[in-house]
Structure formats: structure tokens, C-alpha cells
């Protein structure tokens, strides 16, 4: 039989930075409502999966026999 324990931590800094962008496209001008729109939201994050996910820990048990 074997007994193990295990431990494990992700993001240990708790740090939040984007990983994902919500637009890469960039308006010159912003003549027209889409471009002012698209120059307003270039490089912001909108949704919450578009940050990296906050400190967690996480530990595992194991029994094999």
C-alpha cells in the first residue's frame, strides 16, 4: 500500500494581469461611432476570464493499494 500527500499552489503572488485583450484593432480617426467605440475599448479586458485566476491551493490525498 502507498500513502502520498501532495500540495500545490497557483499564483502564489496573487497577481491579476490580463491575459486576454479584448481588441488588437486600431481607428485613426474617430470620425465614425464604431472607431471612437473601438478606440475607447482597445486593450481593456471584458469578461472575467480575461484576467489570470486569483491565489489558490490546493491539496490531494492518495491511497493505492
Known amino acids: 500500500m ?29 470620425a465614425t461611432a464604431a472607431c471612437a467605440t473601438a478606440v475607447d475599448n482597445f486593450g481593456t479586458a471584458t469578461i472575467r476570464t480575461a484576467f489570470q485566476g486569483p491565489r489558490m491551493f490546493r491539496a490531494s490525498f492518495v491511497v493505492r493499494y
Open 2 to 30: 502507498t500513502v502520498g500527500l501532495r500540495f500545490e499552489t497557483f499564483n502564489l503572488f496573487d497577481n491579476q494581469e490580463k491575459i486576454n485583450i479584448n481588441s488588437t484593432t486600431w481607428c485613426n480617426s474617430t
